[in-house]
C-alpha cells in the first residue's frame, strides 16, 4: 500500500489514495499505521476517494481506529494532496467529509478552509446538558472548577480557559472530560490561554488520539468560544504546539481556517500480515 505522510502545524496523518489502490479493513489499518514505535507514526489514517457529491471524499480515522467527522488540519493536507496527484483541478475544491462538503482553497503559505458554521445546541454535539447553548458553563473535573463553553464543527468541543496553558495537567483533565458521562460520543477538549483579544495558545486533547500539536477543528472551536464569551476578536491567532492558526468567525456565518500543509515523505506500507 502507496502511503503519504503529512502534518497541519504538527497534527499528522497517514494519508492513501484511493483513487487507484485498494486496502482493506481500515479500523485495524489506521491503528497499525498510527503506532509511533511499530507503525508510520501519526494521529489517524486519511483517506482520499472519489465523491459523488463534491470534487473528492475524505474519510478519516483517529490513532485508536474510531471514525472522526473531520479534521480541519487533515482537510488542508487532503486538498494539497488531491491536487498533487492530479485527482482535482478545481480551487477552491469541494471536499465531502462525513460533517457536509467543506470547501478549501490553496493559497500562498498554506490552505484556507471554509469549516462551515458552528453549531451551538446541545444535541449537536451531544453534550447531555439543558439550555440552548453551553457558554460559560461552570463545571468541575477531579477537583478542578472550569468555565466551559461547547462548540460542534462537526465534531464536538468543549472549550476551557486557564491562566497559564503550558503548565496546565492536560494530560489528566483531558481524558477525564472525554470520557465524560455529559459527552455520550466522547468529545474534544482544548485548554487556551488569552494572550491578547487577537491571539490565545492553545493545547487540545483529541478524543481517540490524546494530546496532538494542532488541532483544525479545535481551532475553529476556540475562535467561536472567544467570540462568545467576549475574550477574543473574530479574527485571530491560535499559537498550538505545532505552529499557528489563523481564524475568522464574524459570529454568524462558517468559520474559515488558514494553516500550513506539509508533505513529510512518502513510502509503503508492508501489511505485517493484516
Known amino acids: 500500500m502507496r502511503f503519504v505522510k503529512m502534518h497541519g502545524a504538527g497534527n499528522d496523518y497517514v494519508y492513501v489514495d484511493l483513487f487507484d489502490q485498494e486496502i482493506g479493513e481500515p479500523v485495524p489499518l489506521a491503528r497499525a499505521v498510527s503506532d509511533r ?10 483517506l482520499l476517494g472519489p465523491s459523488e457529491v463534491a470534487d473528492v471524499r475524505m474519510i478519516m480515522f483517529n490513532a485508536d481506529g474510531s471514525r472522526a467527522q473531520m479534521c480541519g488540519n487533515g482537510i488542508r493536507c487532503l486538498a ?5 496527484n492530479g485527482r482535482v483541478q478545481n480551487n ?9 462538503v467543506k470547501s478549501a482553497e490553496i ?4 490552505v484556507r478552509v471554509d469549516m462551515g458554521a458552528p453549531q451551538l445546541a446541545p444535541a449537536s454535539l451531544p453534550v447531555l446538558l439543558p439550555g440552548d447553548r453551553i457558554v460559560n458553563h461552570e463545571i468541575e473535573v477531579d477537583g478542578v472548577s472550569l468555565a466551559m463553553t461547547c462548540v460542534s464543527m462537526g465534531n464536538p468541543h468543549a472549550v476551557l480557559y486557564v491562566d497559564d496553558v503550558a503548565s496546565f495537567d492536560v ?6 472530560l472525554e470520557t465524560s458521562e455529559l459527552f455520550p460520543e466522547r468529545v474534544n477538549v482544548s485548554f487556551v490561554e ?4 487577537t491571539t490565545v495558545r492553545q493545547r487540545t486533547w483529541e478524543r481517540g488520539s490524546g494530546e496532538t500539536h494542532a488541532c483544525g477543528t479545535g481551532a475553529c472551536a476556540v475562535c467561536v468560544a472567544g467570540v462568545l464569551t467576549g475574550r477574543t476578536d473574530a479574527s485571530m491567532t491560535s499559537i498550538v504546539l505545532g505552529g499557528q492558526l489563523r481564524l475568522e468567525w464574524d459570529g454568524h456565518g462558517p468559520v474559515y481556517k488558514t494553516g500550513p ?5 512518502e513510502g509503503e506500507w508492508n501489511d505485517h500480515g493484516m
Open 37 to 46: 514505535r511499530t507503525g508510520v507514526g501519526s494521529d489517524g489514517l486519511i
Open 80 to 84: 494539497v494532496l488531491a491536487r498533487d
Open 92 to 100: 477552491p475544491m469541494r471536499i465531502e467529509t462525513d460533517a457536509g
Open 107 to 110: 493559497v500562498a503559505g498554506g
Open 171 to 176: 494530560a489528566h483533565v483531558g481524558p477525564a
Open 194 to 197: 488569552v494572550v491578547d483579544r
Open 261 to 265: 500543509a506539509v508533505t513529510v515523505f
